[in-house]
């Protein structure tokens, strides 16, 4: 598969992630153009700070090919790996990081930090913008229903005093 299906993948993860209530993000693992592993953020469903869609789909691909080195995989992600997924992808050995939109936020290739910059003992291979407007967009229009499901409740008041 090429790049960009590969990163259609992760998109189509990343709206199963919108579907079930999660911020929508994709990740897909790829071994010499094949998916070894795809997984979608999961921290509500899963009641766990741990469950982004970059560490899920390392944990599934560690586990198919029987190890945790992965120094021949691509990791197809939606959105800027954060420094905890970083840190993932550091110690997975993964070869390299193809990511769509970036995360000024908490993106830790380059648009708060960068941690592939440092003298850790790996390096991978980082490439940023792959339908990154596709991503941007899902994200977008994720935090705008969110925002007016959030409008639509009604507020708390206090009790009146006696």
């Known amino acids: 598969m090429t790049d960009y299906e590969l990163m259609g993948l992760a998109l189509?993860?990343?709206?199963?992630a919108a579907a079930l209530g999660e911020v929508?993000?994709?990740?897909?693992?790829a071994r010499h153009g094949e998916v070894v592993a795809a997984a979608c953020n999961a921290r509500e469903k899963g009641k766990n700070a741990l469950y982004h869609a970059e560490l899920l789909a390392i944990d599934s691909a560690c586990r198919a090919l029987g190890g945790w080195r992965l120094w021949e995989c691509e990791l197809f992600v939606t959105l800027e790996p954060c420094p905890m997924c970083s840190g993932g992808i550091l110690n997975s050995r993964l070869k390299r990081v193809v990511y769509g939109a970036a995360d000024a936020k908490a993106g830790c290739c380059g648009s708060v930090t960068d941690l592939f910059a440092l003298p850790f003992n790996h390096h991978p291979v980082i490439e940023s913008g792959l339908r990154g407007e596709e991503a941007q967009a899902l994200l977008q229009d994720f935090f705008q229903r969110l925002r007016a499901q959030r409008a639509s409740r009604p507020k708390w008041t206090p009790p009146a005093k006696r």
Do not use: D, F
Request: proline share 9%; net charge neutral.
């Open 12 to 16: 189509e993860q990343a709206q199963k």
């Open 24 to 29: 929508p993000v994709g990740a897909v693992i």
